[in-house]
């Protein structure tokens, strides 16, 4: 079992895959953030704020446009969920915490989704479950394997899967970005936001649905 307060290092069965998974949660959450992330009307931009002033880089993420991605592409293959270049042209590697850089992003943008940059500049490393894919199979194995994790925040996905939020290892330690099928993945459905990556958050809308915290 994976105690609380306490980082863990999973192997996954037979050596070939590994992930690091925190065992306390990542969300220490005061309660006027926790309002402002998470009430029904409040934009990505309140969110972004909220987020950033607690250290968490963001960026801003394509939106639905009448039932498409605003980037254009007919063939988008990560619609509503990828970084708006003409803001961000490198990426979650542009993601900062400055909250005038946010309002001007967001005031440029005003309907753009955000994604928070995971890994060890965040402290978060997030699980992303799609059932549709196997996900919730792939996560049971992997905790009848290694214990069960911590109790921390997630949320549900545009698509309806979950996102589970837990604490990187911190400086010195890396935690790659794998999907469930890649050579250093957990498994089907099971995708991992490490270092190198960020994660879409709520209140982003994706043409499936809303993300939310739970």
């Known amino acids: 079992m994976i105690a609380a307060l306490e980082p863990r290092l999973?192997?996954?069965?037979?050596?070939?895959?590994?992930?690091?998974?925190?065992?306390?949660?990542?969300?220490?959450?005061?309660?006027?953030e926790r309002k402002a992330a998470?009430?029904?009307?409040?934009?990505?931009l309140d969110a972004a704020l909220a987020y950033a002033r607690r250290g968490w880089p963001v960026?801003?993420?394509?939106?639905?446009?009448r039932g498409a991605c605003s980037c254009g592409e007919h063939d988008c293959g990560s619609p509503c969920k990828h970084p708006l270049?003409?803001?961000?042209?490198?990426?979650?590697?542009?993601?900062?915490?400055?909250?005038?850089?946010?309002?001007?992003?967001?005031s440029q943008f005003p309907q753009a989704n955000v994604g928070i940059r995971t890994g060890a500049?965040?402290?978060?490393?997030?699980?992303?479950?799609?059932?549709?894919?196997?996900?919730?199979?792939?996560?049971?194995?992997?905790?009848?394997q290694n214990g069960p994790l911590p109790v921390t925040r997630e949320a549900a996905t545009g698509g309806g899967g979950r996102h589970i939020y837990l604490c990187?290892?911190?400086?010195?330690?890396?935690?790659?970005?794998?999907t469930g099928n890649s050579p250093r993945g957990l498994g089907p459905g099971l995708d991992v936001r490490g270092d190198g990556g960020f994660a879409v958050a709520p209140p982003s809308r994706s043409l499936k649905?809303?993300?939310?915290?739970?």
């Open 121 to 144: 500049v965040s402290r978060i490393v997030v699980l992303d479950v799609d059932p549709d894919k196997g996900g919730e199979e792939s996560l049971a194995r992997l905790l009848a």
């Open 85 to 106: 270049w003409q803001l961000v042209p490198h990426g979650f590697k542009d993601a900062t915490t400055d909250l005038e850089t946010i309002r001007r992003w967001w």
């Open 59 to 65: 960026l801003p993420l394509h939106f639905a446009v």
């Open 38 to 44: 998470t009430r029904p009307t409040a934009g990505c």
């Open 168 to 178: 990187h290892p911190g400086e010195g330690q890396y935690v790659p970005c794998s």
């Open 209 to 214: 649905g809303d993300y939310g915290w739970r």
């Open 10 to 32: 999973l192997i996954v069965e037979g050596g070939a895959h590994e992930a690091i998974v925190a065992a306390r949660a990542a969300f220490a959450r005061t309660e006027a």
